[in-house]
Nanobody
Framework: QVQLVESGGGSVQAGGSLRLSCAIS????????MGWFRQAPGKEREGVAV????????YYADSVKGRFTISQDNAKNMPYLQMNNLKPEDTAMYYC????????????????????WGQGTQVTVSS
């Protein structure tokens, strides 16, 4: 019953910025993990950034550390992804994800931990 709808994707030049948003509906979990995965053409899906709403530091893929920042809206705990200094390698479909804490295994960045996925928003970065 959880629905996730991403927005904010688009086409930018290398070095530019985008901010992704994820609208959440139907969620009844008080605390949960949420964040972003991506899948580039011809590549495996990978975790980009995830956070736990009950606290703790965000997890980031090494490739985006220092450039991307995950945050949450205080009213709805909806996740945002601020993407700065974008590179062509960041081109991918970006997916919002959410899961209850008991579903998370030893790897919070593993796709198997996440029960709910959005439809994706495309990010294209050109040089």
């Amino acid at each position: 019953q959880v629905q996730l709808v991403e927005s904010g994707g688009g086409s930018v030049q290398a070095g530019g910025s985008l901010r992704l948003s994820c609208a959440i509906s139907g969620n009844t979990y008080v605390t949960y993990w949420m964040g972003w995965f991506r899948q580039a053409p011809g590549k495996e899906r990978e975790g980009v950034a995830v956070i736990y709403t009950a606290g703790g530091n965000p997890y980031y893929a090494d490739s985006v550390k220092g450039r991307f920042t995950i945050s949450q809206d205080n009213a709805k705990n909806m996740p945002y992804l601020q993407m700065n200094n974008l590179k062509p390698e960041d081109t991918a479909m970006y997916y919002c994800v959410l899961t209850p804490p008991w579903a998370v295994d030893a790897n919070p960045m593993g796709e198997g931990s996440y029960h709910y996925w959005g439809q994706g928003t495309q990010v294209t970065v050109s040089s």
